[in-house]
């Protein structure tokens, strides 16, 4: 046998939950790009998801909360139109681990391109107030993505902010930034830190990350230019990080995770997760026999 340091956690997406549906059975109607996040002071789960229509396109943000992680019910509502923005994308959620204090980043469309926002910190999540928007991350002229910047996946390590995003020049690629108080953002020197190129040939983009005794395990997504909708029917690849600015692909030659719908879909993307003891709660956005997305969550036993 082979020597190995450790197993891949896969999310079993056959066993899951539906968190929220679409509000039409039909191509085009999505819910889900979901950022989760367990409160153990309160010991309750938080999760921030768009909601996507044909006419509107992601037209509402929804803040819910939850004991068990699959039962969520809403606390509130952030609507585009409230800021003026073409389009909500991925949020996301995090607690500062010196101020215990709540921040939700927001990806939205000014028209003129994606920008990341970010939301002034509150005690509480319920207490988010949408007036208080402002930049976070613009484009950069002097980078590969001069066009737009997109659904930001923020996480802290040892107190210090990292920032996976997707930036777009002339296509979307993986991208990474640093900060140290989580809103002046310094991109990494090497970017994009994931290309396009083999089964993603057309989109690569972030999607989670576990954390597992200093060994990063990275899920990203992708699509190819031969499939149908490449900009919408996102599959999960999977790769490892030991320093979290370069990534060594696993999945080569094909994605790792799809959604088996035998239709025009096979979307799985938009991933978050949360470590409680011993259970991993995988938060996704899937595509369905229907061709709408929905929201689900699938509950998987480890032994860390």
């Given at each position: 046998?082979?020597?190995?340091?450790?197993?891949?956690?896969?999310?079993?997406?056959?066993?899951?939950?539906?968190?929220?549906?679409?509000?039409?059975?039909?191509?085009?109607?999505?819910?889900?790009?979901?950022?989760?996040?367990?409160?153990?002071?309160?010991?309750?789960?938080?999760?921030?998801?768009?909601?996507?229509?044909?006419?509107?396109?992601?037209?509402?943000?929804?803040?819910?909360?939850?004991?068990?992680?699959?039962?969520?019910?809403?606390?509130?509502?952030?609507?585009?139109?409230?800021?003026?923005?073409?389009?909500?994308?991925?949020?996301?959620?995090?607690?500062?681990?010196?101020?215990?204090?709540?921040?939700?980043?927001?990806?939205?469309?000014?028209?003129?391109?994606?920008?990341?926002?970010?939301?002034?910190?509150?005690?509480?999540?319920?207490?988010?107030?949408?007036?208080?928007?402002?930049?976070?991350?613009?484009?950069?002229?002097?980078?590969?993505?001069?066009?737009?910047?997109?659904?930001?996946?923020?996480?802290?390590?040892?107190?210090?902010y990292f920032m996976y995003y997707i930036g777009a020049g002339v296509r979307e690629e993986m991208y990474g930034a640093?900060?140290?108080?989580?809103?002046?953002?310094?991109?990494?020197?090497?970017?994009?830190?994931?290309?396009?190129?083999?089964?993603?040939?057309?989109?690569?983009?972030?999607?989670?990350?576990?954390?597992?005794?200093?060994?990063?395990?990275?899920?990203?997504?992708?699509?190819?230019?031969?499939?149908?909708?490449?900009?919408?029917?996102?599959?999960?690849?999977?790769?490892?990080?030991?320093?979290?600015?370069?990534?060594?692909?696993?999945?080569?030659?094909?994605?790792?995770?799809?959604?088996?719908?035998?239709?025009?879909?096979?979307?799985?993307?938009?991933?978050?997760?949360?470590?409680?003891?011993?259970?991993?709660?995988?938060?996704?956005?899937?595509?369905?026999?229907?061709?709408?997305?929905?929201?689900?969550?699938?509950?998987?036993?480890?032994?860390?």
């Amino acid at each position: 046998m082979g020597r190995g340091f450790f197993k891949p956690i896969i999310p079993d997406i056959s066993k899951y939950s539906v968190i929220a549906e679409p509000i039409k059975s039909e191509e085009w109607y999505w819910v889900g790009a979901p950022s989760a996040l367990y409160d153990v002071d309160s010991d309750e789960f938080w999760l921030a998801y768009r909601v996507r229509s044909k006419e509107e396109r992601g037209f509402k943000l929804v803040l819910a909360v939850s004991k068990n992680g699959v039962n969520f019910n809403s606390v509130k509502v952030f609507y585009k139109n409230d800021v003026n923005l073409y389009s909500f994308e991925r949020p996301s959620l995090v607690k500062d681990p010196f101020t215990g204090r709540f921040r939700l980043y927001l990806s939205g469309d000014v028209g003129k391109g994606w920008r990341i926002f970010v939301l002034d910190d509150v005690d509480d999540p319920r207490d988010f107030d949408i007036s208080t928007l402002k930049i976070a991350l613009s484009p950069s002229s002097n980078a590969r993505d001069n066009r737009s910047v997109k659904d930001p996946y923020v996480f802290t390590v040892g107190g210090l902010y990292f920032m996976y995003y997707i930036g777009a020049g002339v296509r979307e690629e993986m991208y990474g930034a640093y900060s140290y108080n989580g809103l002046d953002w310094n991109r990494f020197e090497e970017n994009p830190i994931l290309e396009q190129g083999g089964w993603h040939n057309y989109y690569t983009r972030p999607s989670n990350i576990l954390d597992l005794d200093g060994v990063f395990q990275v899920f990203y997504e992708g699509s190819n230019k031969e499939w149908y909708q490449p900009v919408f029917n996102i599959q999960t690849g999977y790769g490892i990080s030991f320093d979290l600015r370069k990534i060594y692909e696993v999945t080569l030659d094909k994605p790792l995770l799809s959604s088996p719908t035998g239709n025009l879909y096979e979307t799985i993307r938009y991933m978050d997760s949360v470590i409680i003891d011993d259970k991993i709660y995988f938060y996704y956005e899937a595509a369905r026999r229907d061709n709408s997305f929905e929201l689900r969550v699938s509950v998987q036993e480890v032994d860390l």
